[in-house]
């Protein structure tokens, strides 16, 4: 297999039965230590218990299918090797997270950070991951996941605040509370997983209120809503962030290429899921959104308590596909696109610019996070990025989805890219966002968001 060098949020298939998981970094003084570990999830994302965690006081699953080789130095190089034999994972595992913890400091003050993924038959490199990071001390460096019966591997790149005892346990496994005077803790190896963050439906202790209008939701639409904003306040807690008040927009790609997403469902689930973002961090109930194709379009602003009419009029009422036939609609409702006018090919630098003149004649007190999916086909790479470098004295966070094509050119460059005060941008990828748990997508979606926020302060941005 010819070897990839990835981005942060690509993907890349893995043919080799049995791999060497090298998590590389340049020693020195000052640097911290890094360990690597491993954590068997299920299709929920969950370990079926504590001992589907592989690390250096655990080194070895009972399955055999990982174990934990230890550090080497070469080179001027340290590494620390886990070995995954693809072939011993019980049916159970979907997901391997390939994980790192710094010891006596934070990952940016660890140089050279790499994760190499090896064939352990022949030493070759199928795929290379370098990455960046800030005040992290826990990594979620890459994942093997499952996908239609093949192995894939996929650059993650998600550090956590609360070190390696805090990354276990969002994924089930018992950490032991340390007592006075004693090392902090580590991840226990009793059998009994932690119960999930999220409380039960019914369950009030800590769970948002209910916020304007979302008594209006139907029962079944308004459970989830709660369920989720107390997932996105997990993420944000996770990160020190609990509490931040942002204002949310959503932008969606409306190009040829995402009809299916649209006939499907996909993408009225994503608004949903993404309504609970606007309902927990945007004080006032509302999402501005847009969308895109050759024009960008306005849509009405989303207001919780309208969420099923919104989605029947913007998202599922087939109108992608009627109008990308060419025919003639009978009549639009109150507040429809008349798709037509949209056009069908990307260019993603033309919302761009809408948002952020709409960010400039609306001024608020409080950041803008702009939640912007696409599939890819991204082609229009200098302008994109004049108009996000230009942005970044703005007080706005740009954080792009990919939805399981390619070609997102500068989107997946932009967090490499030198020359910025701040970074202003994130962004992942991933081939069926149905498929990604809640907690994990939130995870996912708001893990640049609080650090940008903190920078920007202390460069006056906010």
């Not at 043919?15 to 340049?26: F, Q």
């Not at 997901?95 to 790499?114: K, Q």
């Not at 942002?246 to 969606?252: D, F, I, M, P």
């Not at 999916?373 to 082609?379: E, Y």
């Amino acid at each position: 297999m010819t070897a990839r060098s990835l981005r942060k949020g690509a993907n890349v298939p893995v043919d080799a039965a049995a791999l060497r998981v090298e998590l590389v970094w340049s020693p020195g003084p000052g640097v911290p230590d890094v360990d690597a570990s491993a954590l068997l999830l299920t299709s929920a994302g969950r370990v079926r218990d504590d001992g589907d965690f592989v690390f250096y006081n655990q080194p070895r699953h009972a399955s055999g299918a990982v174990a934990h080789l230890g550090k080497q130095c070469a080179d001027g190089l340290t590494s620390d090797t886990l070995a995954v034999d693809l072939r011993s994972l019980g049916p159970e595992v979907e997901r391997v997270a390939l994980c790192a913890s710094a010891d006596g400091g934070t990952f940016g003050h660890v140089p050279g950070l790499s994760l190499r993924l090896l064939d352990a038959s022949s030493g070759g490199e199928v795929a290379r991951f370098e990455m960046t990071a800030g005040t992290e001390t826990a990594f979620i460096s890459g994942e093997l996941y499952l996908r239609q019966g093949r192995w894939k591997f996929r650059a993650v790149g998600q550090g956590y605040a609360a070190g390696l005892a805090g990354l276990a346990t969002e994924f089930g496994i018992t950490v032991d509370e340390p007592s006075p005077g004693s090392a902090p803790p580590s991840p226990a190896a009793s059998a009994a997983p932690v119960p999930p963050a999220v409380p039960a439906p019914g369950a009030s202790a800590g769970r948002p209120g209910l916020g304007k209008g979302e008594d209006r939701l139907p029962p079944d639409m308004r459970a989830r809503l709660s369920l989720r904003k107390e997932q996105v306040a997990v993420s944000l807690r996770k990160r020190g962030a609990e509490g931040i008040v942002a204002r949310v927009v959503l932008v969606l790609d409306a190009s040829g290429s995402m009809s299916a997403l649209y006939t499907r469902g996909v993408v009225a689930d994503v608004v949903e899921r993404m309504a609970a973002v606007a309902a927990q961090l945007d004080d006032d109930g509302e999402m501005q959104a847009w969308t895109f194709a050759s024009r960008p379009a306005r849509l009405p602003d989303l207001r919780l308590g309208d969420l099923p009419e919104w989605l029947r009029l913007h998202v599922r009422v087939g109108q992608l596909a009627l109008f990308r036939r060419g025919r003639r609609p009978k009549g639009l409702e109150d507040g429809q696109i008349d798709m037509r006018t949209v056009g069908i090919q990307n260019e993603e630098q033309r919302v761009i610019a809408e948002v952020r003149a709409h960010v400039a004649r609306h001024p608020a007190s409080v950041p803008t996070l702009v939640l912007f999916f696409s599939d890819g086909g991204v082609h229009r790479n200098a302008e994109i990025e004049q108009e996000l470098r230009a942005a970044v004295q703005e007080p706005i966070f740009w954080q792009f989805v990919g939805l399981g094509r390619s070609e997102y050119g500068v989107l997946e460059r932009f967090d490499s890219l030198p020359g910025r005060q701040v970074d202003n941008v994130g962004f992942f990828a991933v081939d069926d966002i149905g498929a990604v748990p809640d907690q994990e997508l939130y995870d996912r979606l708001l893990s640049e968001f609080p650090s940008w926020t903190a920078a920007a302060r202390r460069a006056g941005i906010l």
